[in-house]
């Protein structure tokens, strides 16, 4: 089955940048969606399509999709930014949705 | 505004059964792919089952961890979609999320409902 690896936690200071990685076999050929999910709240999509923003996100989250990684990135991170991020695709393989086990981003 | 809202869960002894319901509102049920996904206590998301809408056949998904035990299903006369479960394991425990698929493109999730919470427990 396809296998999407994110590393458990990134740390970042308000005002810089936060990257999250989500590793896969040939991701490069896949779409990448990224979901926001804040502590007692369902997940929310911030990028869609590897690298397109929602209506209602901020400017601040972009993406990126290539080889074997797709990467979200948050800029000038705030405090409000803390949350897990997942990275989610579709296994056409198996007709399987597929979810990274998830990032905790913590706003240091 | 599209609206899910999921009811049923509750406490169950290992090797019972539930049923989860998710009610929606707010968009056109009868042409939208809907989906159960969980998680687990400090757990990340687990994807569970797929169903298409009628027009597209009806036809339905499972993940591994959950075939042969779970069956999705939807009334579309209800605007309901459904979760049986047998068989409960004690990893069976956690909160479950009815989540639309968005209705072009690729596959993902543009809205979730709030959660059941599914607790098995002798």
């Known amino acids: 089955s396809y296998v999407l690896t994110q590393p458990p936690s990134v740390s970042v200071a308000p005002g810089k940048t936060a990257r999250f990685t989500c590793g896969g076999n040939n991701i490069g050929s896949k779409s990448v969606h990224w979901y926001q999910q804040k502590p007692g709240q369902a997940p929310v999509v911030v990028i869609q399509?590897?690298?397109d923003r929602p209506s209602g996100i901020p400017e601040r989250f972009s993406g990126s999709n290539s080889g074997n990684t797709a990467t979200l990135t948050i800029s000038r991170v705030e405090a409000g930014d803390e949350a897990d991020y997942y990275c989610?695709?579709?296994?056409?393989?198996?007709?399987?949705?597929?979810f990274g086990g998830g990032t905790k981003l913590t706003v240091l | 505004e599209v609206q899910l809202l999921e009811s049923g869960g509750t406490l169950v002894r290992p090797g019972g059964s539930l049923r989860l319901s998710c009610a929606a509102s707010?968009?056109?049920?009868?042409?939208?792919?809907m989906n159960w996904v969980r998680q687990a206590p400090g757990r990340g998301l687990e994807w569970l089952s797929y169903i298409a809408d009628r027009d597209s056949g009806g036809r339905t998904y499972y993940a591994d961890s959950v075939r042969g035990r779970f069956t999705i299903s939807r009334d579309d006369s209800r605007n309901t979609l459904y979760l049986q479960m047998n068989s409960l394991r004690v990893e069976d425990t956690a909160l479950y999320y009815c989540?639309?698929?968005?209705?072009?493109?690729?596959?993902?999730?543009?809205?979730w409902g709030q959660g059941t919470l599914v607790t098995v427990s002798s």
């Open positions: 989540a639309k698929r968005r209705d072009y493109g690729d596959f993902l999730f543009d809205s």
């Open positions: 989610q695709v579709w296994d056409i393989s198996r007709d399987h949705a597929v």
């Open positions: 707010g968009f056109t049920f009868t042409r939208s792919a």
């Open positions: 399509y590897d690298s």
